[in-house]
Structures are given as C-alpha cells and as structure tokens.
C-alpha cells in the first residue's frame, strides 16, 4: 500500500481506466456550430452521451446537448474514438479563426486575453504531432574527441538598459532570457493580486544589448506567462504559461515584441501526450533561424521547427540540458553518464559514464567546459575531451535550477551566489537584483525597483574589480582551509548514549575521513562530532492510503541525527537526518500504519553511513562568502 503525507491536486475522474491518455490539454476556441451530433462514450464505456462538439478549453472538452445545455468532461476521459474525433476536428480547423464557446454555467470558462498596443488576434493553435518525429538511440563508445567551441563576441554596450517600474505592489520580475548570441535580452514581469475581479497581467520587455536600448514592451491581460527563451536574430520571444498548478507549465507560445506592442504567434503544449508534472517544459533555446529545443519536467528533450510546431526529433534525459555558445552541441545527462548531442547531425556525438545521474547543466562562456549541479554536488568537464576536472561539495550554497557560468572558473547561484569551482570557495555575493543571465561573458542583471522606482538591465563581469584581490589575500593564511587533505580531526561521539552505536559510528567516520586524505587523532585541529537527539515534542504525521480521499493523523517521536565540524568553538560545517518516514510509505502485507512508525520511532543510525563529509572548508567566520556588493540601477557597488 502507498500512502502520502502531503495532498496534491490531482485530476481525477470515477472510472478513469490505467489505458487513459492526454492527447491535448491546452486552452483553444473550437468551431462549434457546424458540428454533427454524434455520440460520446467516457473511457471505461459506462457512460454516453448525444452531443456536438463546442470546444476544447484547458483540457476539457465542450459538449453541446440537442436541448442547448453544456456538459464539460476531460479529454483524457474519452474513450480512443472520442479523443481521435477531437484531434481531427482540432486539425481541419487549423486554417480558420476559432469561435468563442458560450460559458459554461458549471465550468467557468477563462477570460480572454486583452493585448495592449496591438489589434492582433489570438494565437494560432497548433496540436504537436509526434508520430513523425526522429527518436534518437542514447548509444556511443569509442574516445570523447570534439571540437572546441566557439566563444560569440561580446561586443556592444556595457551600460544599464532602462527597464520599466513596477505598476504596483504585487507586480514582480519573474523570468528572463538571453539570445545565445548575446543580441536580445526579455525580462517578464507577472502581476497575480489578488482578489476575485482582480486581473492578472503578464508584462514581456525586450532590450537590444547590442545597441543598449530598450525595443519595447507589451502587456496581456488576463494570464500568466514568463519568457524562457529570445530568438538569436529577432525579437521573439518564446513565453510559457506559469500557473501553479501541477501541470500549469506546459504550454507555450510566440511572441513578437515592437514598438507597437505583442504580436501573438504559435501556441502549443509540447508534452501533451505525458502527465502531471512530466507535461511541464523545464527549459528552451532557440538553435538557430527555424528551430528551437525544449526539455520537459520528464526528461524528454526534443528539437522542434519553430514555425510549425512540428518536433523534429528527440532524446529521454535526465535534468535540465545546456546549448553549447556556438549552439552546435546540447550536453545532457542519462542514468549514470554524461553525453553530447550533435545538434545539426541529429545523433549523439559522444557518451561516457558520469558520476551523476541528474542534475542542471551550463557552459562556460568559452564553451570548453561545462558544468553539472546535481543538489549540492558540482561537477567540472572539459568539453573537447570530456576530461572530469573537478568534483565537489557546495557548502551552504543552493543552485536550484538557475545556474549560470560568468566564467571560466565560476559559477552563479540562483541566489547570487558567485562560487570558485577551481579553489573551492564560496567567493561573493550579489544583491539586489531579481534575475540574471550570460551572454559572451557578460552577466546581465535585472534590478527591479518599487512603484515608481528607476529599473534596469545591469551588465558587468563576474567576478568584478577587487574580488580576486580579496580571495588571494584570503588563501594566504595558512588556517583559510581548516579542513582539507592531510588534516588531523579530533572525533567526539559523546552525544550517542547506545555504546554500542557510538563506536559504530566512531569507526564509520574514521573510515571516512580517510576516504578525504585525513586521520583521526585526540590531537586534531578540527573537531567531528556526532550526536543523536530527541525532539522535545512528538511530530505529527498526516498520511492518506492510494485511492482514498480522507487523511488519518498520526504522532511519532523524532530523532535528529547531527554531524558537524566545528573549529575554534564554531560551526564550520553542519547536517542533520532525522527518523521520520518519506512522503511515499510502502507497508509490508497486513502491515498497518500505526505498526509501521512504531518500529521506526527509534535514532537513525544508518545516517552516519550515507553521510557525505565535504572536501574542503575554511575557517568559519560567521559569514557565508567572504564579501558582498549591491547591484543597483547605476552598476555593482
């Protein structure tokens, strides 16, 4: 049996049989009226009705009865027959202007969108056709010989880029994009107030960094969207809806941004066919004049013909793939290897086992390394040979899936975090800015000020003026590494009262210091020490068997698990487990719940064997980098 402790909304319907499928859930007018009457049969063949075809709308299909009246069902929903009539009618209407469905009094129907600065109609809806797309085989042997990429020129202007202020308090800077050659740059606000009648507005700015100028803007009233990508030579911008709902990221479109406003183009759900979370697009780039690459939140990478939608071919990876800067080769990762794509060639150029399975990739502005983040775990390649150059630990620091190289050497956290994967240092910090990106070794930043407050498109390179100073003079004192290899470390397990679970743990960790280059020794400069801990109050779990709606709720006292370095009296380094059961709970046959946490309501012991002990740590100081700037309208103070 699988239980879960939190709640997800899911969609879900009575009878939705194991053979269902999502053939397309995004929202589209239909043509309605000249529609035959025909008979609908629900998936599991239980239930029928007499209707016309009204229209698909974010995912549900539109029925319109003899008698006038409306029912809605999801297209999943449908039995193969009814599914197949939508895709056919969906197809003959591609050609024509979609009529508005009347609302539905039981299904609310969205409202449509209001476009500011243009007369331009809806999108044009297309319904992504996969069967004659390319699936290419994850295979290769042989040496990793490639060539070294090219770096674009940088070149144009390094001057802020007026942006626009906020229009109000709960308008923020949500995304932004960078052409590869580094020509176009979009920043999209989004504004949900909240509110029944409020309006939600999806605000798009593009910027010529090569001239330092602002293009223009648009606004769309009515939904939410965030860029994801800019077209290398034009300004288009390819925008993703940005609900928060399971799968409310998996629909995109086209839009052209002048002076005159939004000029509204494609509109697709790339991933239609896959579910929930797997239907999401996780990130996008445009390759070249007429073709641009998505990957889904499920792993599938596909390379697509911008202009009519049509996918060209695909590969199943693991996390989130990178575009080489001379957009010739797209870096992914597969279980347990690392691979390149040969973009032009349809057909992976190299593949190699990886030390990680999953994670989020980026290039350096060179393009002859790049880099993988999998949770804290960083991971250094050279691109032409495929050469591991490093691997190590982030400490304190969180990538998340805005990873960014602004050098050879570095890495942007999403946090502003600027990290030395060469010497292992959390370096600087950046504040003030909302969003940022690379282009030809510029880092470009949005710094999005309050209502009536000046914006703008920062550039400068990382690190900036000072910073290597300050780590070299840093590096010169022999304590700026307080662990490291040949360190002897002091081991305290005192705080595990089981005897016998102390000195397994004792002999656990000094098998791993000496998997780092260190010993152990009651003379040690760094102190290790483990300890075990009971929470003063039981925790309270809330689990719900498959299938079921209703929660059960259940008490379990909580041990934490802690190991720490500390140095001089402070924290150099902390982790903590705990005993408490995952979010999905397997029980064994005639297991109940209540049996199940009674015999896990102990210490965990078993931490101290997963544990990973970093690399290296310098001496703590209370601060996480070893200086910080603010980035203003004006540039890096």
Known sequence: MYLCR?????????????????LALFCIQALGASEEIRTWTDSTGEYSVQAKFAGLQAGKVTLKKADGTEVAIPLENLNAAGQEYVKRQLAAAAENPFKTVAPNPFQPAGRSPVVAGTGSSAPREALPDWSAAKKIDVIGGGDWKLPESAMPAAGGSMKPIALPSKTNFFENAAAMAISGTG??????????????????TTTVVVCDLAEGLSLGSGVVEGELLVPIAIHDSRPEVLMRRNQRGVSDQDCLETWTIGAS??????????????????RNVKWAAYLDEHRLATCSSGGRLAIWDAETTRPICYLDIKGRPALSPDRKHLVFLVEGQVGVLDVE??????????????????FTPSGNRFVAINGADLYVWDFATGQLQRECRLEGTHAGDELLCPSEEHILAGSGRLYDFVNQVSVWEYRG????????????????????????????????????DKLKAAM???EFFVFKPGTTVKIDVGKIADSAARTKVQDTLVKKLEER??????????????????????????????????????????????????????????????????????????QTMKQYIKEREKPNYQYFDRVELPKLLTKPTGAPTLGSSQVTVSGIQ
């Not at 969003?435 to 400068?460: D, F, H, N, T, Y």
């Open 6 to 22: 939190r709640s997800t909304k899911t969609r879900r319907a009575v009878g939705l049989g194991p053979g269902a499928i999502a």
């Open 183 to 200: 020509r176009y740059a979009a920043v999209g606000y989004t504004c949900n107030p909240p509110g029944r009648d409020a309006k939600s």
């Open 345 to 362: 060639g349809q057909k992976v150029a190299a593949l190699q086992p990886a030390p990680v399975s999953g994670g989020v990739l980026a």
């Open 261 to 278: 406003g939004v000029s509204r183009g494609m509109k697709w759900v790339p991933y239609a066919n896959e579910k929930d979370r797997n």
């Open 433 to 468: 800015h909302q969003k940022a990106g690379i282009a030809g070794g510029v880092c470009w930043m949005a710094v999005v000020g309050g209502e009536r407050q000046p914006s703008a498109l920062v550039p400068g390179r990382l690190p900036h003026q000072g910073v290597a």
């Open 476 to 478: 010169a004192d022999p």
């Open 517 to 590: 280059g260190c010993t152990a020794g009651a003379n040690g400069t760094i102190t290790l020490a483990a300890g075990v801990e009971e929470a003063a109050k039981k925790t309270e779990l809330r689990y719900r068997s498959l299938g079921s709606f209703g929660y059960d709720n259940y008490k379990m006292t909580k041990f934490i698990s802690r190991l720490e370095f500390v140095y001089d009296g402070k924290t150099a380094w902390k982790s903590e487990g705990s005993n408490l059961p995952g979010f999905i709970v397997h029980l064994g046959k005639d």
